[in-house]
């Protein structure tokens, strides 16, 4: 099932052709075609140059519709060449048919019957994907339209095991406790099947409320406690629409801030004690962080439970395809970077996989979101430049070149698609429409304070508060700020402007070119003797980045030439031609 290192699966028309793709047509399973298929074809192969992997068939979305029709189980990593070893004829360390079962019973536990699926394989602990909870709608009527097409016959039979352990006595003010325990105990039985006992939660809400219906739920909330066993970390992060900002101030996350003090937003960041003290990151001030460090301290933190933890990790949001793929390919490209991850994969092969089984096969929808200025698939690419430090490393060493990591990724000159930032002055300037979205942009104070600790008796079944800092009765610290507390600047428009036009780094002349680069970072890890150790993980993921920008700013750049009204266009097309991506007869190479 292996292949060789140096047999290249993917080239640079490749990434072109599924781009192209995947910013026309949302995949949905059922609608399969000689194009998906051959997307299929070739993220298999760039699995096989690193793993032995068994595959679950969805073929016409029976399992989920926006999931793969291929669903890649990996079992083991192969050796650094890409070659098999004694253990490939040692037989699946999983029962497929039962995995698969089990997949097909859970699927009504989870938002749009997106069950947990293990993605990545790091140290021989999986990194799992899938939606949220279902709620009382959702399961109540995906199981009765099930119900209703199978001929009147359960397509899920029942557990009575799992069925009794988790059954109790209804509570007085609800009577679905059955249908519940039913598929969420399915649901638990796949976690723990897969050794997964850490769920990160990225939900700005509790539950999902739509009409006043609560639509969705989450872990976290389940007033049952069937999740008790797992660690449940609430990590609050943005969703897509606040992407729109993101591309309203200038394709920029430095100095952009969420508004937390909306109406929907519920959810306290919650982070069990010990992890939160052995990040040293000071977790009390996350509503003060913007796009950038929230996004970096959330990776390192995902990073540190892979690292430290001796069991799998679950990483979702509400429907599973904006911001969980989000992290996910952030997770596969930093491992990457490290040799953690896929280590026989050129930069262009896991660029191509993370795009076509992270982001397409999985259901984003790039062209709504396109539509839409939520750019939360460009955001990705572009926050690569924003974890090449060691600090993000699953890696140990020296730290003698630490401190000045980020200011050389900053100071770089790279082909960027979108707005350099005279350009973004200008337009910004001239229109008042990229401060009129409805998710306010704030800068908050970013006062620091100590890191926060809290020892309690694990035996109280009550949370104490201190201030605003909640230790929960499983050892977590949920931190809350009041709404009421978030400090506002009198013009937050003046602050994004001036955000726009700070200085910028003069580039390096001893930048090395793409070409050159990619002689060194192309094959698998092994390091030439002319890289130093601390600087092969910057440079890889540069020519992650560096790839990608040049696709797409001939795949998608084009077609912010046609929107006038945006004036995104004009700056696209000088920023390309400066940096030498446009022919002089506006053919993007």
């Known amino acids: 099932m292996g292949e060789s290192q140096g047999a290249a699966v993917v080239n640079e028309t490749d990434l072109r052709q599924i781009l192209d793709h995947f910013s026309k047509t949302q995949y949905r399973a059922r609608d399969g075609s000689s194009k998906v298929e051959g997307f299929e074809r070739k993220c298999l192969a760039l699995f096989a140059k690193d793993y032995k992997y068994s595959v679950i068939l969805n073929s016409n979305g029976e399992l989920c519709g926006h999931y793969p029709g291929k669903l890649v189980v990996l079992e083991y990593m192969l050796g650094t060449d890409g070659l098999l070893g004694e253990r490939d004829h040692v037989e699946s360390m999983y029962d497929v048919a039962k995995l698969r079962e089990m997949m097909c019973r859970s699927r009504f536990a989870r938002c749009r019957e997106r069950f947990v699926m293990p993605v990545i394989l790091c140290d021989g602990k999986h990194i799992c994907r899938s939606a949220t909870l279902s709620g009382g709608p959702e399961i109540y009527g995906r199981s009765g339209f099930n119900y209703f097409f199978s001929g009147g016959e359960s397509a899920e039979p029942e557990d009575e095991e799992t069925f009794t352990s988790l059954s109790r006595s209804p509570s007085t003010s609800s009577n679905d406790w059955p249908l519940f325990d039913r598929y969420r105990g399915q649901d638990i039985k796949l976690l723990k099947m897969l050794s997964v006992t850490t769920v990160c939660d990225l939900m700005l809400e509790n539950k999902k409320v739509k009409f006043g219906v609560n639509v969705t739920s989450s872990e976290k909330v389940d007033k049952e406690h069937r999740y008790s066993d797992f660690c449940l970390l609430s990590l609050p992060y943005p969703g897509c629409e606040f992407f729109k900002d993101f591309r309203d101030n200038g394709f920029n996350g430095v100095n952009l801030?969420?508004?937390?003090?909306?109406?929907?937003?519920?959810?306290?960041?919650?982070?069990?004690?010990?992890?939160?003290?052995?990040?040293?990151?000071?977790?009390?001030?996350?509503?003060?962080?913007?796009?950038?460090?929230?996004?970096?301290?959330?990776?390192?933190?995902?990073?540190?439970?892979?690292?430290?933890?001796?069991?799998?990790?679950?990483?979702?949001?509400?429907?599973?395809?904006?911001?969980?793929?989000?992290?996910?390919?952030?997770?596969?490209?930093?491992?990457?970077?490290?040799?953690?991850?896929?280590?026989?994969?050129?930069?262009?092969?896991?660029?191509?996989?993370?795009?076509?089984?992270d982001w397409l096969l999985f259901g984003h929808n790039l062209c709504d979101r396109l539509g839409k200025g939520e750019d939360v698939f460009f955001f990705c690419f572009n926050f690569l430049k924003h974890i090449t430090s060691d600090d993000f490393s699953l890696i140990q060493r020296s730290r003698r070149h630490r401190a000045s990591s980020r200011a050389d990724s900053e100071s770089c000159l790279e082909p960027m698609v979108l707005l350099d930032l005279e350009e973004s002055r200008k337009h910004k300037l001239g229109s008042n429409s990229s401060l009129s979205s409805n998710i306010s942009i704030t800068s908050i104070s970013s006062t620091s304070s100590p890191i926060l600790t809290s020892v309690q008796d694990s035996s109280s079944k009550e949370e104490t508060r201190n201030g605003d800092i909640h230790q929960t009765s499983n050892g977590a610290v949920r931190y809350n700020v009041p709404k009421s507390s978030i400090h506002r600047p009198e013009s937050a428009k003046q602050t994004i402007i001036q955000s726009a036009t700070s200085p910028v780094a003069v580039p390096r002349s001893c930048r090395r070119s793409s070409a050159d680069m990619a002689k060194s970072t192309s094959s698998a890890c092994g390091r030439p003797e002319h890289i130093p150790e601390e600087s092969l993980r910057k440079q890889r993921l540069d020519q992650v980045r560096m790839e990608f920008n040049k696709i797409y700013s001939s795949v998608i750049g084009p077609r912010y030439a046609m929107e006038p009204s945006t004036g995104l266009g004009s700056v696209i097309g000088s920023l390309v031609t400066k940096v030498g991506l446009k022919g002089g007869r506006g053919q993007y190479v």
């Open 257 to 357: 801030f969420f508004d937390w003090s909306q109406d929907f937003v519920d959810a306290d960041l919650s982070i069990p004690d010990r992890v939160a003290t052995a990040t040293g990151i000071d977790w009390h001030v996350y509503r003060s962080w913007d796009l950038v460090r929230i996004t970096q301290n959330y990776l390192k933190l995902l990073l540190f439970l892979i690292k430290d933890g001796d069991s799998g990790v679950l990483v979702h949001c509400i429907s599973g395809w904006d911001r969980t793929p989000l992290f996910i390919s952030l997770l596969r490209l930093s491992l990457w970077a490290d040799c953690k991850a896929h280590a026989n994969l050129s930069a262009a092969e896991i660029l191509y996989l993370t795009i076509a089984y």
